[in-house]
């Protein structure tokens, strides 16, 4: 804990979160989802996407951007199909209801996907992931968000940071999780170093003239890049399509035209897969889910990590030991309370 | 045309290609599904998934690591999940005979996902993916490999090159196409370099002692390197999960420990999903291909280029001119007839 942070208990985040959220007239499922969300991003000690969040939540809300209550409503779109409307409000509220239904679908059709439409998006979606590892299935999701990454070959921005999140269920282990945007880097890093006044590394990002730059400010007012040049770039694609036109919703450009300069987070829609290995092997269940364990084993045992595992050491330390939030943060989030 | 290449007219390579296969014993379902796939890799240019493949294939057979006639065998798993054994066959004639049933689980179902088990691969993704558009649906595949690139922060070969494949359908135009190595090249492409003496640029591989290399034979008996560091680590990680584990059938390393050093190609599953727009869209199916179209002009009109465009510009060109293949290549292949 350096000078400038403050450490706290879980349980005081948590109730300071769902006072800011009340005291701005969310509904108690909303309260509960986003809560839940935000504080999985923070003891993970992923501060990107922690309390932090809570800041631009209600720049949304109030830019009039965003609903504080509609609820979620479900429809039975085909056979392993399910479709849920946000209604104009944050994500995770949507997710945990059409969850059980996805579950229910990829049980009995072996894979299903679950559209979430019209969200207003700000979450990681390793936290989605991991609840339908819990339920012993494989998951892939992935959005897109505000057009702010350039394809590759061009210099205007037209994807999102489009993160792509991946999981496997594990038998008595946390499960295997990654979750990275198809940009070099999460907006929410440069954001980060926009409030510290660091740098950022080449390669982030090019100014508003396509030039590479090292300013987080430049960088924001410019284009990010992705991740492994034309693949990346390749893979940000697929993710506007799948998780934009293919279920009715909004790419990272048309997001951006609807904010219309209002600075609010992005509105759109994601996509969620879900395969449940017991439809594919049946009885070989067991047996293949040992197989995969001898690759986790050849990877850890060569010395290379699996991603997530910081988290998880994360996730230990802070059910113990608390987080320390910076206190300048805390002092822009307890202002909100007025 | 160079002077060590021979200009060949499509249907005179297409008969060498049957009149090799024939002269191994393959039967004429697989003769036609080899010859199929094999010429889509040579017409779209692509000569490391071409008729050169031919020599791997051939000597695959001779190994005893693949049968000539196996008929493919489909089980009906799940409502939405289809496996089909092709019995130590190559992959095409599994591909092609389960494709039919794939198209109207996901038109029933929204989603649905083939297992191809047992089969021998050597063919690039692209032709299914093309396939699976071509059908009015989009379509994702991917496939381990033998063991040879090491993880991020590794040194030792662990994945396969893992390709990664993805289409959109577009009314009216190609469609929209990536086929990707998770490695940082296709190991094809590495062969090629041995073949022609060339050295290969940095990043691409490491020798046996983990040093970076640039000579194609240390390489080969190296590790080669994933594409964008760890987050291409991790997508092959999770190809090696989806497409192995999960399907029942061997990761990179079990079928490279299945190969005995006898130099085969590799032999293990490959997964591939199907989702319907109209299922997921119904009425405003045509409305939302619409915008995808100017997620499209968007890329190009930056500059920037779609995937594949180079393929289907070989194909119109190849179809009227022909293709030119190298005239060893041709002497080892004609080397097969005796």
Known sequence: MSADTIRMQLSELDTLCRQVLSRHGFSLAHIDAITTTLMRGQVDDCASHGVYRLLGLIGTLQAGKASPDAEPVIKDQAPAVLRV???????????????????????????????INHCVHFSALWVEIEAITSAGLVGLACNPAHAWVAPAGGTVPLFGTNPFAFGWPRPGAHPYVFDFATSAIARGDIELHRRSGEPIPQGWAVDAAGNPTTDAIEALNGAMLTFGGHKGSALATMIELIAGPLIGDLTSAESMDWDQGAGGLPYHGELIIALDP?????????????????????????????????????RHRTAREGVDIPSQLLTDIRALLN
């Open 278 to 314: 017991e439809r594919f092997l049946g009885s070989e269940t067991a047996q293949y889910l040992q197989r995969a364990e001898k690759l986790f084993e050849s990877i850890v045992n060569q010395g290379a990590r699996l991603p997530s595992q910081r988290r998880f050491e994360a």
């Open 85 to 115: 409307d946000a209604g104009g409000a944050f994500a995770p509220l949507a997710f945990s209801r059409g969850l059980p239904r996805l579950i229910e679908k990829a049980n009995h059709c072996g894979i299903a996907a679950m559209a």
